[in-house]
């Protein structure tokens, strides 16, 4: 008998930094510094970095854990929370999200690792997903144009009062009072009153049941709750008719399942309506993220705010999809700019687009229906058994009289597993959604009569439709949702189709590098990703009450320990749900500060002309003047000359300077630390911008650098993905005499400060289910995890801008020719003596297999690049060869070889169908498909050829085009 083999102990697991960083091993970073020129890592970190704002302490981080642990925690804690059944309302439902859609788009990289669709040949998957979000809110809500998503309701209700005050003939003579609804939700309520706040003016909440009220002062806009916070259903055509006779706006915050069965608010004669897509087979999430939405009236295209999605032709005259009018967004316009709004909610756009499809017209017409009749039954059972129902007439939403029992009655519900809303000590409300089963309806009868369910003396209701409690002249005729992709869809094989074509034409993370400048596309990892939908953390209502959030409560505050150990600030709000809210919110804890201390009059806010558009956006939403500081010098530096003058005039009204770290040109300032003095020394406050904190965790702390406060973009650094245009997260972090003014919320009080500047999003802590992303890429890195990360982020730009200066001029670098964890390469130069263009680059690189960098921002004709960490040197090097590829096909242009109208560069990106057809071209097809190393087996097709944005934006079309318009001419 042989002896049995030895019991080996199990292998280490591999860490997870190895996982998530591509350059690990020492022969691939030691090729890419002998590049560079430097002999170690440590030592190219010394030179790009200033010793100056260097930390010298390890983060203070708990240590790495493997997958398996940090998943096993993430499970821990999402059984910490308490799923109950849900029926608070106030616009957070219950739903059933298909499992198609779950599985195949929010659980599927190919749709959540996509970046905004600026590269629109790239992106028409979720351009046509996106134009079906569209369609779905114009249809619903009767107005012809629908943004592509907004953040939520409330910020979306915000939005629209801002819109209301840049066009109604009321604003232009000097009205400045918006009216609220009294029936509308608390949360907007409260964020209305905080963007108002900001903007200089007044809201009015009242009751519009008897029609507009008189008000001190002329109103320039009215928002009514369609159907109310109470449920109520009131006919707003009179209000509206009056407001419309002052000269104001009317907005109506509308449900966009009770619209399948309500008159629609254009159909009302609204101009705008606003609200949320949640419940179209979107999470609860504890608040978000969720896409918000807005529709217009003809004429209000120019003023809408965020992103929209319109119609034009490629090349070949066919139909395409790319982004609408974007000269009215914050990255063209500034702070002229409609809005802030960078990143959206694209990605849950996606998921309630596609629940439309699949249901179709009638399917969710049957899912309202649903939801009403038990409502309607709740109702008629209550009245039966002697309870006052307060609302008459409603959709899914009943409000109850219980004089002294309500909190007894809450309480008994919470016993079998219900929430219910604790309106106050004497009323109830009930809000029945999409999950709600008769069952259901019996537990909360039984709550009422306390009793066991199903032995109360509630009247037998026969199975007979009841009479709806929608008043008929309010009751929905028009037809919606006929377009052929809305009934079509209806069975799984049909839907995993669809979802797969949309899918193969777009280029994500999935497929290889985006080697976006300023957007940090790094690697969004599968365990990182799992727990958004476990049902723990997917389930809960934001407006829980305490003790059935602990596992949330507890992942926040690890998140914001952490977080402020990381950038060496004092205090964090996690209720920013975009880069740019954070920004806003940070502006107001500055701008309420100052005001604190008696200094209201300090309203300038200093920007460097390289600045994101977003900061200067923000800034006049946050009702300060900016003003301009000039950049200079080979490193593209804040002019110190400029700034010191520009103190000397603004300094009894300075209230703060926004400077981004290192600067949007790609380079660590050396004079950041002198920069901060300056500012400091005249009564003003900083503001460092985090969206390149990717070069700077575990390196150096902003907070500890002269920085009063930062947001961070966990949909950057800390991996949450782009989602395709949202979701994203902005958390501001302050200093300690900051802290007073961060964000609160009026329905939680543990989400912010008493003294805060209100609510800047409708949810406590904003997009709350994608918050465990982040705390899982925290607890699997580690501290030193989180440095290697930053280093190699370094160590790869300068590897690119190294390989690449000699065909491509590199514009800015440090003082040490180094820099940060981007690079700019200049183009303009190689276009005056070429002809070829950014745009031809950045479309030649679709040929080769890449997304491009960002163009032209923050320079004109130049090439933003960003490698990110998660790169390994084998895709690294296919970038770089790529460009060296296309350099030399702009030398064969530049010496005649190749027409400037008529090359590879200049046709591209070249599709399938482009050289199946004549070749008149002065190069070949293969040259046109197949460049330099580009594998024929792994090729990634452009699904249209380059796309003619003018001819869209002068024919506009934002709604699912006729399928007639796509067919092929026949010959």
Same mark, same amino acid.
């Given at each position: 008998?042989?002896?049995?083999?030895?019991?080996?102990? !199990?292998?280490?697991?591999? #860490?997870?930094?190895?996982?998530?960083?591509?350059?690990?091993?020492?022969?691939?970073?030691?090729?890419?510094?002998?590049?560079?020129?430097?002999?170690?890592?440590?030592?190219?970190?010394?030179?790009?970095?200033?010793?100056?704002?260097?930390?010298?302490?390890?983060?203070?981080?708990?240590?790495?854990?493997?997958?398996?642990?940090?998943? +096993? =925690?993430?499970?821990?804690?999402?059984?910490?929370?308490?799923?109950?059944?849900?029926?608070?309302?106030?616009?957070?439902?219950?739903?059933?999200?298909?499992?198609?859609?779950?599985?195949?788009?929010?659980?599927?990289?190919?749709?959540?690792?996509?970046?905004?669709?600026?590269?629109?040949?790239?992106?028409?998957?979720?351009?046509?997903?996106?134009?079906?979000?569209?369609?779905?809110?114009?249809?619903?809500?009767?107005?012809?144009? +629908?943004?592509?998503?907004?953040?939520?309701?409330?910020?979306?209700?915000?939005?629209?009062?801002?819109?209301?005050?840049?066009?109604?003939?009321?604003?232009?003579?000097?009205?400045?009072?918006?009216?609220?609804?009294?029936?509308?939700?608390?949360?907007?309520?409260?964020?209305?009153?905080?963007?108002?706040?900001?903007?200089?003016?007044?809201?009015?909440?009242?009751?519009?049941?008897?029609?507009?009220?008189?008000?001190?002062?002329?109103?320039?806009?009215?928002?009514?709750?369609?159907?109310?916070?109470?449920?109520?259903?009131?006919?707003?055509?009179?209000?509206?008719?009056?407001?419309? +006779? +002052?000269?104001?706006?009317?907005?109506?915050?509308?449900?966009?399942?009770?619209?399948?069965?309500?008159?629609?608010?254009?159909?009302?004669?609204?101009?705008?309506?606003?609200?949320?897509?949640?419940?179209?087979?979107?999470?609860?999430?504890?608040?978000?993220?969720?896409?918000?939405? /807005?529709?217009?009236?003809?004429?209000?295209?120019?003023?809408?705010?965020?992103?929209?999605?319109?119609?034009?032709?490629?090349?070949?005259?066919?139909?395409?999809?790319?982004?609408?009018?974007?000269?009215?967004?914050?990255?063209?316009?500034?702070?002229?700019?409609?809005?802030?709004?960078?990143?959206?909610?694209?990605?849950?756009?996606?998921?309630?687009?596609?629940?439309? @499809?699949?249901?179709?017209?009638?399917?969710?017409?049957?899912?309202?229906?649903?939801?009403?009749?038990?409502?309607?039954?709740?109702?008629?059972?209550?009245?039966?058994?002697?309870?006052?129902?307060?609302?008459?007439?409603?959709?899914?939403?009943?409000?109850?009289?219980?004089?002294?029992? $309500?909190?007894?009655?809450?309480? =008994?519900?919470?016993?079998?597993?219900?929430?219910?809303?604790?309106?106050?000590?004497?009323?109830?409300?009930? $809000?029945?959604?999409?999950?709600?089963?008769?069952?259901?309806?019996?537990?909360?009868?039984?709550?009422?009569?306390?009793?066991?369910?199903?032995?109360?003396?509630?009247?037998?209701?026969?199975?007979?439709?009841?009479?709806? !409690?929608?008043?008929?002249?309010?009751?929905?005729?028009?037809?919606?949702?006929?377009?052929?992709?809305?009934?079509?869809?209806?069975?799984?094989?049909?839907?995993?189709?669809?979802?797969?074509?949309?899918?193969?034409?777009?280029?994500?993370?999935?497929?290889?590098?985006?080697?976006?400048?300023?957007?940090?596309?790094?690697?969004?990892?599968?365990?990182? /990703?799992?727990?958004?939908?476990?049902?723990?953390?997917?389930?809960?209502?934001?407006?829980? #009450?305490?003790?059935?959030?602990?596992?949330?409560?507890?992942?926040?505050?690890?998140?914001?320990?952490?977080?402020?150990?990381?950038?060496?600030?004092?205090?964090?709000?996690?209720?920013?749900?975009?880069?740019?809210?954070?920004?806003?919110?940070?502006?107001?804890?500055?701008?309420?500060?100052?005001?604190?201390?008696?200094?209201?009059?300090?309203?300038?806010?200093?920007?460097?002309?390289?600045?994101?558009?977003?900061?200067?956006?923000?800034?006049?939403?946050?009702?300060?003047? @900016?003003?301009?500081?000039?950049?200079?010098?080979?490193?593209?530096?804040?002019?110190?000359?400029?700034?010191?003058?520009?103190?000397?005039?603004?300094?009894?009204?300075?209230?703060?300077? /926004?400077?981004?770290?290192?600067?949007?040109?790609?380079?660590?300032?050396?004079?950041?630390?002198?920069?901060?003095?300056?500012?400091?020394?005249?009564?003003?406050?900083?503001?460092?911008?985090?969206?390149?904190?990717?070069? /700077?965790?575990?390196?150096?702390?902003?907070?500890?650098?002269?920085?009063?406060?930062?947001?961070?973009?966990?949909?950057?650094?800390?991996?949450?993905?782009?989602?395709?245009?949202?979701?994203?997260?902005?958390?501001?972090?302050?200093?300690?005499?900051?802290?007073?003014?961060?964000?609160?919320?009026?329905?939680?009080?543990?989400?912010?400060?008493?003294?805060?500047?209100?609510?800047?999003?409708?949810?406590?802590?904003?997009?709350?289910?994608?918050?465990?992303?982040?705390?899982?890429?925290?607890?699997?890195?580690?501290?030193?995890?989180?440095?290697?990360?930053?280093?190699?982020?370094?160590?790869?730009?300068?590897?690119?801008?190294?390989?690449?200066?000699?065909?491509?001029?590199?514009?800015?670098?440090?003082?040490?020719?180094?820099?940060?964890?981007?690079?700019?390469?200049?183009?303009?130069?190689?276009?005056?003596?070429?002809?070829?263009?950014?745009?031809?680059?950045?479309?030649?690189?679709?040929?080769?297999?890449?997304?491009?960098?960002?163009?032209?921002?923050?320079?004109?004709?130049?090439?933003?690049?960003?490698?990110?960490?998660?790169?390994?040197?084998?895709?690294?090097?296919?970038?770089?060869?790529?460009?060296?590829?296309?350099?030399?096909?702009?030398?064969?242009?530049?010496?005649?070889?190749?027409?400037?109208?008529?090359?590879?560069?200049?046709?591209?990106?070249?599709?399938?169908?482009?050289?199946?057809?004549?070749?008149?071209?002065?190069?070949?097809?293969?040259?046109?498909?197949?460049?330099?190393?580009?594998?024929?087996?792994?090729?990634?097709?452009? #699904?249209?050829?380059?796309?003619?944005? !003018?001819?869209?934006?002068?024919?506009?079309?934002?709604?699912?085009?006729?399928?007639?318009?796509?067919?092929?001419?026949?010959?």
């Amino acid at each position: 008998m042989s002896n049995p083999s030895p019991i080996l102990p !199990a292998p280490a697991a591999t #860490p997870f930094a190895h996982r998530h960083i591509g350059v690990t091993t020492t022969a691939d970073q030691d090729s890419m510094l002998k590049a560079i020129g430097y002999a170690s890592l440590d030592e190219l970190i010394a030179a790009a970095v200033p010793e100056s704002i260097r930390t010298r302490l390890a983060l203070a981080l708990p240590e790495a854990r493997t997958e398996a642990e940090v998943a +096993a =925690e993430l499970r821990a804690l999402a059984d910490r929370n308490v799923v109950r059944t849900s029926m608070i309302g106030l616009g957070y439902y219950d739903t059933l999200t298909p499992a198609v859609i779950r599985r195949n788009v929010l659980e599927n990289p190919a749709w959540y690792t996509a970046y905004t669709p600026y590269q629109p040949e790239i992106s028409q998957g979720r351009l046509e997903a996106l134009l079906n979000f569209q369609t779905v809110v114009e249809d619903l809500t009767g107005l012809p144009t +629908a943004g592509a998503s907004l953040l939520d309701e409330s910020t979306a209700a915000a939005e629209a009062m801002a819109l209301a005050h840049r066009t109604a003939p009321a604003a232009r003579k000097g009205a400045d009072v918006f009216v609220l609804d009294a029936e509308t939700f608390p949360q907007t309520v409260d964020v209305v009153r905080t963007r108002a706040q900001a903007l200089g003016l007044r809201v009015l909440v009242a009751d519009l049941s008897q029609g507009l009220p008189s008000v001190d002062g002329d109103p320039f806009g009215v928002l009514i709750q369609y159907p109310g916070a109470s449920g109520a259903i009131g006919d707003p055509r009179t209000v509206i008719e009056q407001a419309h +006779a +002052a000269g104001a706006l009317v907005a109506v915050a509308a449900d966009l399942l009770a619209l399948t069965l309500l008159t629609s608010p254009g159909e009302l004669g609204a101009d705008i309506a606003v609200g949320t897509s949640q419940r179209f087979g979107v999470p609860l999430g504890f608040g978000g993220p969720h896409a918000g939405y /807005m529709s217009i009236r003809s004429g209000l295209e120019r003023q809408l705010p965020g992103r929209l999605v319109g119609v034009s032709l490629d090349a070949d005259g066919h139909p395409a999809y790319r982004l609408a009018l974007q000269t009215r967004e914050q990255h063209i316009r500034r702070e002229k700019a409609t809005s802030n709004i960078c990143t959206a909610q694209v990605l849950l756009a996606v998921m309630a687009a596609m629940y439309a @499809v699949y249901h179709g017209p009638s399917g969710l017409r049957s899912i309202a229906a649903g939801v009403h009749g038990h409502a309607v039954r709740l109702a008629a059972d209550l009245r039966s058994s002697g309870h006052t129902v307060l609302t008459e007439a409603f959709f899914d939403t009943v409000t109850v009289s219980v004089p002294g029992r $309500a909190a007894e009655i809450v309480a =008994e519900a919470d016993r079998r597993a219900v929430n219910l809303r604790l309106v106050d000590a004497d009323t109830v409300g009930i $809000a029945c959604d999409e999950a709600t089963t008769t069952a259901i309806v019996d537990e909360v009868l039984a709550a009422f009569a306390g009793t066991d369910a199903g032995t109360s003396n509630a009247p037998y209701v026969p199975e007979a439709p009841v009479e709806p !409690a929608i008043p008929v002249g309010l009751r929905r005729t028009s037809d919606y949702l006929t377009h052929p992709v809305f009934n079509t869809h209806h069975s799984e094989t049909s839907m995993l189709r669809y979802l797969r074509r949309l899918a193969d034409s777009d280029y994500a993370l999935d497929r290889g590098m985006i080697p976006l400048g300023s957007c940090t596309m790094k690697l969004n990892a599968t365990t990182e /990703m799992e727990p958004v939908t476990n049902p723990g953390f997917a389930n809960i209502h934001p407006f829980a #009450p305490e003790g059935q959030f602990d596992g949330y409560a507890k992942l926040i505050q690890d998140l914001q320990d952490w977080l402020t150990e990381i950038t060496g600030y004092d205090a964090v709000s996690l209720q920013p749900n975009a880069g740019a809210q954070g920004e806003f919110a940070g502006l107001l804890a500055i701008s309420n500060y100052h005001r604190s201390r008696g200094d209201g009059h300090r309203t300038i806010c200093l920007i460097p002309a390289s600045a994101h558009g977003t900061n200067a956006a923000s800034a006049v939403l946050a009702g300060m003047k @900016v003003v301009v500081v000039a950049t200079s010098g080979d490193e593209g530096e804040v002019d110190l000359d400029d700034l010191k003058a520009k103190i000397t005039k603004h300094a009894a009204d300075l209230a703060a300077i /926004m400077v981004t770290y290192p600067s949007t040109h790609g380079v660590f300032e050396d004079h950041i630390g002198e920069v901060c003095a300056l500012v400091h020394e005249a009564g003003g406050q900083v503001y460092v911008d985090g969206a390149n904190l990717n070069a /700077m965790v575990g390196l150096a702390k902003p907070g500890r650098f002269g920085a009063d406060v930062s947001h961070l973009n966990l949909h950057k650094t800390f991996c949450i993905p782009h989602g395709g245009g949202g979701p994203g997260i902005g958390p501001v972090a302050v200093r300690q005499h900051l802290a007073p003014f961060l964000p609160n919320h009026p329905l939680q009080s543990s989400a912010g400060p008493d003294t805060g500047s209100g609510a800047i999003a409708a949810a406590p802590w904003g997009s709350a289910s994608i918050l465990p992303i982040t705390w899982a890429y925290i607890r699997l890195m580690g501290p030193d995890g989180l440095v290697q990360a930053t280093c190699t982020a370094i160590l790869s730009a300068n590897y690119i801008a190294a390989r690449l200066t000699e065909h491509f001029p590199v514009l800015y670098t440090g003082a040490r020719g180094l820099v940060a964890h981007e690079c700019i390469l200049d183009l303009r130069q190689i276009t005056k003596d070429s002809g070829v263009t950014v745009d031809d680059v950045a479309k030649r690189l679709i040929d080769y297999g890449f997304h491009a960098p960002t163009m032209s921002f923050p320079v004109a004709g130049t090439l933003m690049v960003e490698p990110t960490e998660s790169e390994d040197l084998a895709e690294i090097d296919r970038f770089i060869d790529a460009m060296i590829a296309i350099r030399a096909e702009i030398d064969e242009v530049a010496a005649g070889r190749w027409p400037v109208a008529d090359n590879p560069l200049r046709n591209a990106p070249h599709t399938a169908a482009s050289i199946a057809g004549e070749w008149r071209h002065p190069y070949t097809r293969a040259e046109a498909v197949y460049p330099r190393g580009v594998d024929p087996r792994a090729k990634y097709w452009s #699904p249209v050829r380059r796309i003619d944005g !003018a001819y869209g934006d002068r024919n506009l079309v934002c709604s699912c085009p006729p399928i007639e318009e796509f067919a092929e001419p026949v010959s």
